[in-house]
């Protein structure tokens, strides 16, 4: 069993920046992989990001590379989602997960966190 934590959503306005965390429990956490999806109202749950066990591999979507980055502190049990140059098409829930390896389709993934709102006003 693991427990994920989102926190460090919120409202910014468009070019700003955001750094969401996601804490984890219940396993060690460097034995998973840590993904980053989101979800905007109407819209299917699509992937952010995702980053390998030991954080040497790190994957993103299309719509996030060259803005975000991921990372993951395995001492501290907690992964991170730094996003910058925020646009009102990143408003959404985002939700951390993990898997057994780094994918960027949810099928995969068997742990989710409740999700932190992120809002970005134009």
């Known amino acids: 069993q693991v427990q994920l934590v989102e926190s460090g959503g919120g409202l910014v306005q468009a070019g700003g920046s955001l750094r969401l965390s996601c804490a984890a429990s219940?396993?060690?956490?460097?034995?998973?992989?840590v993904g980053w999806f989101r979800q905007a109202p109407g819209k299917e749950r699509e992937f952010v990001a995702a980053?390998?066990?030991?954080?040497?591999?790190?994957y993103y979507a299309d719509s996030v590379k060259g803005r975000s980055t991921i990372s993951r502190d395995n001492p501290k049990n907690t992964a991170y989602l730094q996003m910058n140059s925020l646009k009102p098409e990143d408003t959404a829930v985002y939700y951390c997960?993990?898997?057994?390896?780094?994918?960027?389709?949810?099928?995969?993934?068997?742990?989710w966190g409740r999700g932190t709102q992120v809002t970005v006003s134009s």
């Open positions: 219940g396993r060690t956490f460097s034995t998973y992989a």
């Open positions: 997960a993990t898997n057994s390896v780094a994918s960027t389709s949810y099928k995969g993934y068997d742990y």
């Open positions: 980053i390998s066990r030991s954080g040497v591999a790190t």
